[in-house]
Structures are given as structure tokens and as C-alpha cells.
């Protein structure tokens, strides 16, 4: 399945045009392609499923369902819209186990960037949000760096300096995560903001692409393709051509802010996702005719 498209999005702080393009592809082992994404401004994600072939697929597409009918399309969205989106996406995917014991239970990662105005003198942000180990890199035109953190064993290990970052690949629980869509009543949301300023670029990415290939190869990639449509079909190649073991998803997305300067020197502030009050957002939608505008043709 591949994604292309442009959009202009009116901010407080003035219009935000957006580029995206999107593959995701099954690989060159798996039978089922367990990964989905969504890719409609002002939210760009990916979710990697698992629990089997079934509940693996039924879990990320429920994530994309999720968002689709409680995010208006088109427009600025808000801190909290995002959250309350991802915490009812968690009960929809607890909702998809039955309660027989021995079943496998459905779970699904996410991970993506959103254009929200979390008001007052935040104004306008990339909001990017992560569970599980899908990811989010930013990328300047130079410099590719991993935003999100991982929710996985071997990043707890890597963390505590229990083990060297290069040899998590060949660690034997590289493939536990330790957060996951569903795995919880509740679920633990890491979430940043970043300022829009300028030209901005992000990748956002299955772990099919991340221990597949090495991020100086992405970066190579990020350098050279002519849009976002292209990078991501050459990311999806590259990690095809390294083995393709699992499912593979890119997204790409560039943002171009009119009357902002780049800021290379911006920071992304870590958000304190518990002290932000979702109550009045839960079991919402938004209005029916931005619904409607949300749906796919």
C-alpha cells in the first residue's frame, strides 16, 4: 500500500503546508502484513500489531479506525484530542481478547507526530507520541535523530548500561516490548513537543525498517530522494534488501511553516501526558461533517 499526498493546514501562527508519502509492505518472510498507518493532516502514524496473523492485524487497523473517527481531518488538532485518541484505541484493542485463557492477546504499537496547538504560550506544535518500539526520527537535512524512545527490554537494559547500545541487535530479547496498545487497562503514553519553525522533516517507522537498516543508511536515503513518496519507497527496498524479516512501514512526512525560520538550535519538550486532563474529550467524535471528511473515499 503506498501513500502520497499535500495539504495546507491554517494555524494560529499562520498556513503549515504538509508533504507525506507512505509504503508499507509485508516483507520478505511474514505471510500477513500486521502493520497499518494513518496518514491524514493533521496526524501521521504508524502501528505494528501482534498477538497472530488475526489479532495482530485486527489491533493496528482498530488503532487507524480509532483516530479516524475522533480526529478532524484538515485542521489543528489538540494535545489532549491526541492522548484521548490513543487511550481509546487501547480499550478498542482490550476489547478485541475474549477472556479464554490461553488465547493470544491482541496488541499493536503506535507511534507518530501531530500538528496540535496546545495553546497559551505553546502555541503551535509537532506533538510526537510513542508506544511500544515503532519510532519517530526527526531529520534537518543533515542529522537524523531518534525523537521517541523505545518501550522494549533491551532499551531498559541499554538505559540501566547493562548492555552497549551496538550489541542490541543480536541481544535475544530484541523483539520484547514492554508497552503496548491493549496490554493494559491504561496505557502509558510518551509524548514531546516540538515548535514548528521553518522546514521540518520526520520519519516515522515499524521496527521492520529500524533493525533492518542502519540509521547512517536511512539518513543516506533522506539525503538524496527527491520527496517524501520516494523516500519512503527506497526505505522499504533497503530494508527488503537487508532481509526483510518482518513487516515494513514508512512514513515521511515535511512540513514548510511561511514566515518561520528554520531553527536548528530547536528543542522538543517532553510532555507530562498524566497531567493533562482527557476527561472531557472521552468516547467524543468530532463534528459529523469533519467525520465524514475523515473517511477515506
Same mark, same amino acid.
Request: net charge negative; glycine share 8%.
Given at each position: 500500500?503506498?501513500?502520497?499526498?499535500?495539504?495546507?493546514?491554517?494555524?494560529?501562527?499562520?498556513?503549515?503546508?504538509?508533504?507525506?508519502?507512505?509504503?508499507?509492505?509485508?516483507? +520478505?518472510?511474514r505471510r500477513v502484513n500486521e502493520d497499518d498507518l494513518f496518514a491524514r493532516p493533521p496526524v501521521f502514524?504508524?502501528?505494528?500489531?501482534?498477538?497472530?496473523?488475526?489479532?495482530?492485524?485486527?489491533?493496528?487497523?482498530?488503532?487507524?479506525?480509532?483516530?479516524?473517527?475522533?480526529?478532524?481531518?484538515?485542521?489543528?488538532?489538540?494535545?489532549?484530542?491526541?492522548?484521548? +485518541?490513543?487511550?481509546?484505541?487501547?480499550?478498542?484493542?482490550?476489547?478485541?481478547?475474549?477472556?479464554?485463557?490461553?488465547?493470544?492477546?491482541?496488541?499493536?504499537?503506535?507511534?507518530?507526530?501531530?500538528?496540535?496547538?496546545?495553546?497559551?504560550?505553546?502555541?503551535?506544535?509537532?506533538?510526537?507520541?510513542?508506544?511500544?518500539?515503532?519510532?519517530?526520527?526527526?531529520?534537518?537535512?543533515?542529522?537524523?535523530?531518534?525523537?521517541?524512545?523505545?518501550?522494549?527490554?533491551?532499551?531498559?537494559?541499554?538505559?540501566?548500561?547493562?548492555?552497549?547500545?551496538?550489541?542490541? @541487535?543480536?541481544?535475544?530479547?530484541?523483539?520484547?516490548?514492554?508497552?503496548?496498545?491493549?496490554?493494559?487497562?491504561?496505557?502509558?503514553?510518551?509524548?514531546?513537543?516540538?515548535?514548528?519553525?521553518?522546514?521540518?522533516?520526520?520519519?516515522?517507522?515499524?521496527?521492520?525498517?529500524?533493525?533492518?537498516?542502519?540509521?547512517?543508511?536511512?539518513?543516506?536515503?533522506? +539525503?538524496?530522494?527527491?520527496?517524501?513518496?520516494?523516500?519512503?519507497?527506497?526505505?522499504?527496498?533497503?530494508?527488503?534488501?537487508?532481509?526483510?524479516?518482518?513487516?515494513?512501514?514508512?512514513?515521511?512526512?515535511?512540513?514548510?511553516?511561511?514566515g518561520e525560520e528554520d531553527d536548528p538550535e530547536a528543542t522538543r519538550d517532553r510532555v507530562d501526558t498524566s497531567a493533562i486532563d482527557?476527561?472531557?474529550?472521552?468516547?467524543?467524535?468530532?463534528? @459529523?461533517?469533519?467525520?465524514? +471528511?475523515?473517511?477515506?473515499?
Amino acid at each position: 500500500m503506498a501513500v502520497n499526498g499535500e495539504r495546507e493546514l491554517a494555524t494560529a501562527h499562520g498556513p503549515v503546508r504538509v508533504r507525506y508519502g507512505a509504503m508499507t509492505h509485508v516483507g +520478505a518472510v511474514r505471510r500477513v502484513n500486521e502493520d497499518d498507518l494513518f496518514a491524514r493532516p493533521p496526524v501521521f502514524l504508524v502501528a505494528d500489531g501482534m498477538g497472530g496473523h488475526a489479532r495482530g492485524d485486527a489491533a493496528s487497523r482498530t488503532v487507524v479506525e480509532t483516530f479516524t473517527a475522533h480526529i478532524a481531518s484538515d485542521e489543528t488538532s489538540t494535545p489532549e484530542r491526541i492522548l484521548d +485518541a490513543i487511550a481509546t484505541a487501547n480499550r478498542a484493542v482490550r476489547a478485541l481478547t475474549p477472556g479464554d485463557e490461553g488465547v493470544a492477546m491482541a496488541g499493536t504499537t503506535v507511534s507518530g507526530v501531530a500538528l496540535v496547538d496546545a495553546g497559551g504560550a505553546s502555541g503551535v506544535n509537532w506533538m510526537a507520541f510513542n508506544v511500544g518500539d515503532s519510532r519517530v526520527y526527526s531529520w534537518n537535512g543533515r542529522t537524523l535523530e531518534q525523537v521517541t524512545v523505545d518501550h522494549s527490554a533491551v532499551q531498559e537494559l541499554i538505559d540501566s548500561g547493562l548492555l552497549p547500545a551496538e550489541e542490541a @541487535e543480536a541481544h535475544p530479547d530484541r523483539n520484547v516490548i514492554t508497552r503496548a496498545i491493549g496490554a493494559d487497562e491504561s496505557v502509558e503514553i510518551d509524548a514531546w513537543l516540538i515548535p514548528v519553525a521553518g522546514r521540518q522533516s520526520y520519519l516515522i517507522c515499524s521496527d521492520g525498517l529500524s533493525k533492518e537498516v542502519p540509521d547512517a543508511e536511512m539518513a543516506d536515503v533522506l +539525503a538524496t530522494a527527491p520527496g517524501p513518496h520516494e523516500v519512503a519507497q527506497r526505505l522499504v527496498d533497503a530494508a527488503l534488501a537487508h532481509g526483510g524479516s518482518d513487516n515494513i512501514t514508512v512514513l515521511v512526512v515535511e512540513s514548510h511553516a511561511e514566515g518561520e525560520e528554520d531553527d536548528p538550535e530547536a528543542t522538543r519538550d517532553r510532555v507530562d501526558t498524566s497531567a493533562i486532563d482527557i476527561s472531557r474529550f472521552e468516547d467524543t467524535r468530532p463534528r @459529523e461533517e469533519d467525520r465524514r +471528511a475523515s473517511l477515506p473515499a
